[in-house]
């Protein structure tokens, strides 16, 4: 069992840039692949970007590629977001998930944290 906790979320203005954190606990942290999936109102849960277990290779949704940094620190047990360049399209629930694949969709993943909102204002 592995249990994801995300923090960082919260309102911000277009243009501007939010970290969110996602501390696990429970199993090897660097058993897993890490990735991040975010939720709008209305809308099907969207990859976002996710990390392999050592850090080594990263991959982005197309939405996000170029602005939104993926990383992750063993030594914490903890996977991070940086956004940056942030747009009002951005907004959703952003969650972390773990898991032994490296796909883009949510079925792939085992383990869920419970959200974190990420609000932008135009």
């Known amino acids: 069992q592995v249990q994801l906790v995300e923090s960082g979320g919260g309102l911000v203005q277009a243009g501007g840039s939010l970290r969110l954190s996602c501390a696990a606990s429970g199993r090897t942290f660097s058993s897993y692949n890490m990735g991040w999936f975010r939720q709008a109102p209305g809308k099907e849960r969207e990859f976002v970007a996710v990390i392999t277990r050592l850090g080594s290779r990263t991959y982005y949704g197309n939405s996000v590629k170029g602005r939104f940094t993926i990383s992750r620190d063993s030594a914490e047990n903890s996977m991070y977001l940086q956004m940056n360049s942030l747009k009002p399209e951005d907004t959703a629930i952003y969650y972390c998930?773990?898991?032994?694949?490296?796909?883009?969709?949510?079925?792939?993943?085992?383990?869920w944290g419970q959200g974190t909102q990420v609000t932008v204002s135009s």
């Open positions: 998930a773990a898991g032994g694949g490296l796909g883009t969709r949510s079925a792939e993943y085992d383990y």
